[in-house]
């Protein structure tokens, strides 16, 4: 890190709670360090280095930064610390440090709204920040976030000091060059212009000729393909490749629950409900869906969740006598089922795909059941099941992930309780394998995308090497979901019109314009859902390239020359 002195001016401060922005932190960081660069952006533990002083690095960072971009989140003026006090109301909070500077120095600042939270009202906030009200606030929608972004930029550009977006100085320009009149020919007289003949090249000559240059280009062709393969990055590739695959999972939860203290159920003894989402993919034509298996599990954070909301209902409607906080009723609440037993509580699972689809219709809710799982202790991995066939698939790998290697993630990041709105598709980042975790079981990424866990990740080739766990923390080994199909004799293939899928996505990538199209026109006549396979017939139709046609084509020129030259050669022996 460097110190103040050598910090660039004019950067871009990112000011965030981990626990419920981090994942739009981190997308943000991302977008703004390709447009301005690393060295511009100050996102807390990603610019302060091993040993440097937190509290004086982001004071510095608020007073040399040029415009601060506040997250907020549905809890971000309600959130309370480990002493139950509000964090907002704590003058060390650090959140509160840096918007109080930003508005104290009269910086650029922009709130960005996140996870579909509103601006707060100026009497929930402390005096220092009332003012934060009074500024125009940026929607950040995962479904929009390439527009919402970019209208972002926008703004930044006009905002930030020079040297951090103007172009290069003249210094730095070729300078023009000076064009000269071409010199015209000297005059001459006819006599001049008569040049002594020359014996006239006969015309089977030139004819061989030009066969053997067209037979050589033919052979230059056929060995280097005729045409030029597409530039794509790893996450363009992985999102071709894998996206048809992809699912949303949302899991509703539903329990009773008791109050031990006053020995009644809650909610007039109706059952209430938890809900909570992740990320699957398909991995067998007929049905099958694989996701973390903590995602259909009734794991603690489930229990937690329908207390609270159970203590959420009855202190909106007055159960409680006035002054009674949600933590003070938790441990006086059980979740038991309709006959009052410890037993978990009921789920049900739904999954649904966004408009980049295979077989099933987008924005639709399939009724899922669990065929197989494993716990957490066990690999982490579920086998899930839909009434659906023809659905795109993504392969598995033979290998398990390996330190050092370059993967890409996938995974949803917001949830929808409705499934008919379900129009945003999953995100993808490269990372890198960085070591074992810890903690327990899989991998850690170097820089990890924050999404709901299960999501595949792939390699190099577009494999699934393992899938997300812990909010995308963590990445689970791709071997447990091996064995779990095995156990149900659930093999990992693709459809016929998986494999035509696929094969006509290697056609674009390889510039192949007319096997793409081909290949992907069959797809999409067995799948008019399938919008995947719809753009990138789009795309290949613009690509320069065909297939084998141009070697063809070279081959019979030759021919015919060769002919030609024959004949010439017959006629001229003759004369």
Not at 27 to 36: A, G, I, P, T, V
Not at 195 to 208: E, H, K
Request: hydrophobic share 40%.
């Amino acid at each position: 890190m460097t110190d103040s002195s050598e910090r660039p001016s004019g950067g871009i401060f990112i000011s965030y709670r981990r626990q419920e922005a981090s994942y739009a932190a981190g997308w943000l960081y991302d977008r703004l360090s390709e447009r301005f660069g690393r060295e511009q952006i100050f996102k807390d533990v990603d610019s302060i280095e091993l040993g440097s002083n937190f509290v004086d690095e982001i004071t510095q960072a608020v007073t040399a930064c040029e415009v601060i971009l506040v997250l907020i989140g549905p809890k971000w003026a309600s959130m309370r610390g480990s002493g139950k006090t509000r964090r907002l109301d704590d003058p060390n909070d650090f959140v509160r440090l840096e918007v109080s500077a930003a508005l104290s120095r009269g910086v650029r600042l922009i709130p960005v709204l996140v996870e579909g939270a509103s601006m707060p009202a100026a009497d929930d906030l402390p005096a220092d920040l009332a003012k934060l009200v009074q500024y125009q606030a940026l929607q950040l929608d995962p479904a929009r976030f390439r527009a919402d972004t970019d209208q972002l930029l926008a703004v930044l550009e006009r905002s930030l000091q020079p040297s951090v977006t103007a172009p290069p100085s003249d210094d730095h320009l070729v300078p023009p060059v000076e064009l000269q009149a071409a010199p015209q020919p000297a005059t001459v007289s006819a006599a001049t212009r008569r040049m002594p003949s020359r014996p006239r090249p006969q015309v089977s000559s030139v004819l061989f000729g030009s066969a053997a240059v067209a037979l050589l280009i033919t052979v230059l062709v056929g060995i280097f393909g005729g045409r030029d393969s597409v530039s794509a990055t790893a996450v363009e590739k992985a999102r071709a490749y894998v996206q048809p695959a992809v699912a949303y999972i949302n899991v509703q939860w539903s329990g009773y629950v008791y109050d031990k203290f006053n020995k009644q159920y809650l909610n007039n003894g109706n059952a209430v409900t938890a809900y909570f989402y992740c990320t699957g993919f398909a991995v067998n034509p007929d049905g099958y869906i694989a996701t973390e298996g903590v995602c259909v599990q009734p794991t603690d954070e489930v229990d937690i969740n329908l207390r609270k909301a159970a203590a959420t209902l009855a202190i909106e409607s007055r159960y409680y006598k006035k002054g009674i906080t949600t933590d003070q009723i938790l441990p006086d609440l059980l979740v038991v089922d309709e006959a009052g037993d410890k037993n978990p509580p009921k789920k049900s699972i739904w999954i649904g795909w966004g408009v980049d689809s295979g077989s099933v219709e987008p924005s639709r809710a399939y009724p899922a059941t669990v065929a197989r799982y494993r716990r957490f202790d066990s690999g982490d991995a579920a086998l899930l099941k839909i009434d659906a066939d023809d659905l795109q698939t993504i392969q598995l790998s033979d290998q398990d992930p390996q330190i050092g290697q370059k993967v890409v993630q996938s995974g949803y990041t917001t949830y929808v309780a409705d499934m008919s709105t379900l129009k945003s598709a999953p995100l993808y980042k490269v990372s890198e394998v960085s070591e074992k975790n810890r903690t327990g079981a899989g991998y850690k990424f170097s820089d990890p995308l924050a999404f709901s866990g299960g999501g595949p990740t792939v390699d190099a080739s577009n494999r699934v090497v393992g899938f997300g766990a812990a909010g995308g923390q963590v990445l689970r080994e791709v071997k447990s979901l091996r064995q779990l199909l095995k156990q149900a004799g659930v093999p990992n293939k693709a459809s016929s019109t998986g494999k035509a899928y696929t094969e006509g996505i290697d056609a674009y990538f390889s510039g192949d314009r007319d096997s793409a199209v081909e290949s992907l026109q069959t797809v999409l006549d067995e799948q008019p859902t399938n919008q995947a396979a719809r753009e990138f017939i789009r795309k290949a139709r613009v690509l320069e390239g065909g297939s084998n046609a141009l070697p063809v084509l070279l081959g019979l020129l030759s021919v015919g020359l060769c002919v030609g030259a024959v004949v010439v050669r017959r006629r001229e022996g003759s004369i």
